[in-house]
């Protein structure tokens, strides 16, 4: 082989290896198209929990019965249509549950800690007499 061929190999080598580290370091189009998925099913989530909040306010501090009381692009994850999980507890606590597509412990660790979720169903515990957590900002880069 002459030197122009191991210049060539090595300059391929390296390519291949820093669009390897890349897809490694922030993940692929298809990893990061999930991670808006599950944004957008937080924000969702957050929009919800504002409406209990107020509807509890407006109710004398009572609970919904179900999310059959609000419109069905609110109850349902907007991704996936799946319609939200709503479980009432004591007094003002309640619980909102989704099912996420990507595990948010370990991809962005420092981002909005009251929403982190594993992936699969997850149930967020909430509180009506509160104002809910802001959820996460999903941001291009």
Known sequence: MTRNS????????AVVIVVALA?????????????????????ALHTLADEIHVSSYAL??????????FPTGQAQDPTTHAPFIYHRGSGSQ????AIFLTDSLN???DEAPFWKHPEGAHCFQ????LDAPSAPVYSFY
Do not use: N
């Open 6 to 13: 191991w210049a060539l190999c090595a300059a391929v080598l």
């Open 23 to 43: 897809f490694w370091i922030i993940g692929s189009p298809s990893h990061e198209r999930l991670v808006h998925q599950d944004m957008r099913t937080l924000q």
């Open 60 to 69: 004398k501090h009572t609970l919904p019965a179900s999310l059959a009381e």
């Open 94 to 97: 309640y619980q909102l549950c």
């Open 107 to 109: 991809d962005y660790p």
């Open 126 to 129: 909430l509180d009506a007499s």
